[in-house]
Nanobody, 121 residues
Framework: HVQLVESGGGSVQAGGSLTLSCSLAAWNDGIYSMAWFRRAPEKQREAVASIYTPTGDIHYADSVKGRFTISQGNAKLNLQMNDLKPEDTATYYC?????????????????WGPGTQVTVS
């Protein structure tokens, strides 16, 4: 049973940085697709970044390209967030599954963390 717990959220001023981590308890070597999503107040959850571990393929939403970096290692999924903007304010979730064909589709991920809040002012 895969359990995910996000950490690293908080409040930061615009232009600042935060690093989110997602710990994968009961790490399963069969987990290959990993992603970060976020949900801003009164908005739908949106895909932020993903990584497919067998190939190292990485995808980013256009809104975070050049500012956010996704990485994985030691049973953790990380999201380095630089040059944060007020529009990055949201609850951030990590999501994983064995294989996801369309990384932006949240319905394809079976395992989710409870989320961590990021507030940029």
């Amino acid at each position: 049973h895969v359990q995910l717990v996000e950490s690293g959220g908080g409040s930061v001023q615009a232009g600042g940085s935060l690093t989110l981590s997602c710990s994968l308890a009961a790490w399963n070597d069969g987990i290959y697709s990993m992603a970060w999503f976020r949900r801003a107040p009164e908005k739908q959850r949106e895909a932020v970044a993903s990584i497919y571990t067998p190939t190292g393929d990485i995808h980013y939403a256009d809104s975070v390209k050049g500012r956010f970096t996704i990485s994985q290692g030691n049973a953790k999924l990380n999201l380095q967030m630089n040059d944060l903007k007020p529009e990055d304010t949201a609850t951030y979730y990590c999501a994983v599954d064995r294989f996801v064909g369309r990384w932006v589709d949240e319905t394809l991920y079976r395992h989710w963390g409870p989320g961590t809040q990021v507030t940029v002012s």
